[in-house]
């Protein structure tokens, strides 16, 4: 897996790979790793894809009860210390890393990592076992104050060298775009996902 979410002004770039891997065999060639846990909010999954797919799912259900009990909806930082809560309190029993995403009016666009029981905002976060590939990428090439083009580029960039480098990433992209105009969702797949030296 890699995942990825950039913060630009006005919103958030998440992107993910598709496959889904059992030691050496893909079970799933096309599993959207992009969970939405509210309108405007989605996290990134990584490691076990059942454990991933269930704390999302539990994030999920609890947001909606907390957005008609608040009669608003929540923040991003909530989204993200549930997950991280979730996290904490079955680390025993389950594997997995997400990234918490999304757009609220408070804080605008946000990226959290949610590693161990920990939450930190960050401009940007990668993750799953892709990610140890494109360290020196993404600190390179990077920006602070990059357009929304220009995130949607970088993560593209990021996740197709990382998808080149591991064999447990592959697939097609599966990118999510979060602004106060809403969510787009974007599948890049075969020719035109970028190679390498094309970048």
């Not at 939450?119 to 020196?136: L, N």
Request: hydrophobic content about 40%; charged content about 20%.
């Amino acid at each position: 897996t890699t995942i990825i979410a950039v913060e630009f002004e006005g919103g958030v770039v998440l992107g993910s790979d598709s496959r889904v891997s059992a030691g050496d065999s893909v079970v799933n060639r096309v599993f959207n790793k992009l969970a939405p846990i509210h309108n405007r909010i989605y996290c990134a999954l990584s490691g076990s894809a059942a454990d991933a797919q269930a704390v999302a799912d539990m994030a999920h259900y609890y947001m909606e009860v907390h957005s008609i009990e608040m009669e608003a909806p929540p923040l991003v930082m909530a989204a993200a210390n549930l997950v991280k809560g979730i996290s904490y309190k079955y680390k025993e029993e389950i594997l997995a890393h997400l990234i918490v995403a999304g757009w609220d009016r408070k804080n605008r666009g946000q990226v959290y990592g949610t590693l161990g029981g920990m939450i930190t905002r960050q401009p940007f976060a990668i993750g799953g076992s892709g990610s140890t590939y494109i360290y020196g990428f993404v600190d390179s090439a990077f920006k602070p104050g990059m357009s929304r083009e220009k995130c949607e580029r970088f993560a593209v960039q990021a996740l197709s060298l990382a998808m080149q480098r591991d064999g447990s990433s592959g697939g097609v992209i599966y990118l999510v775009t979060v602004t106060e105009d809403g969510t787009k969702e974007t599948i890049i797949s075969g020719d035109d996902i970028p190679r390498f030296y094309d970048l």
